[in-house]
């Protein structure tokens, strides 16, 4: 389990690792992101700042439903074989594959992801950013931040998955990111 800035632990259900990508293979996976036909984040009629495309399946949040969208490309099948070996998956479990790219200013608001799927593995690339983590307790929220350093990832299950949510706050330079999840077994579209 990877631990704060003072060494605590951060959450049980959380991974992390921070060379999941080598620095000589960012830039073109930033270049790869940029290439892609993004489109600015949707939820119920409201536009988003950050820019997003999604594979495999894709939940679309103005009409609550997951449908089957674009096959992953080639250049994300070497990245999705690495980061199912670090969440300890198969290697044809990680259905969806979500790009991101947040420009200045641009964050993602608290949530949990949608529970259609089950482990989330993200790969943060650019510039680094904070993930903090929520969860409600008697009064108000019990807390924890987690750094997302360029070329690291992390592996959300479990209590982390489910029983906390997360959010990115806006920075000054651009991070991309690339999202990995499964499905649950429950709730796999047949
Ligand atoms: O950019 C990230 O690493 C997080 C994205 C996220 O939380 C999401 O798409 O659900
Ligand atoms: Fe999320």
């Not at 990877?2 to 060494?7: E, K, V």
């Not at 939820?43 to 096959?71: C, H, I, M, N, V």
């Amino acid at each position: 389990m990877p631990a704060d800035l003072f060494g605590t632990p951060v959450l049980p259900g959380l991974a992390t690792v921070d060379d999941l990508i080598a620095p000589d293979e960012e830039a073109a996976l930033i270049a790869a992101i940029d290439s892609a036909p993004l489109s600015p984040f949707r939820f119920q009629g409201w536009t988003g700042k950050r820019l997003t495309a999604s594979y495999g399946w894709r939940y679309d949040f103005d009409t609550a439903r997951l449908g089957e969208t674009d096959p992953m490309p080639d250049w994300l099948t070497p990245l999705k074989a690495r980061a199912a070996a670090f969440a300890g998956l198969g290697r044809d479990d990680l259905v969806q594959a979500l790009l991101i790219r947040y420009d200045p200013g641009a964050g993602i608001g608290w949530h949990r992801d949608r529970p259609v799927f089950e482990h989330v593995v993200g790969i943060s690339l650019g510039a680094p950013a904070v993930m903090r983590l929520r969860r409600r307790i008697e009064r108000g929220f019990e807390r924890r931040s987690l750094p997302l350093p360029p070329c690291g990832a992390y592996h959300l299950s479990d209590e982390a998955r489910h029983g906390w949510e997360h959010s990115i706050a806006p920075i000054e330079e651009t991070r991309w990111s690339i999202t990995f999840r499964s499905f649950t077994d429950r709730e796999r579209p047949r």
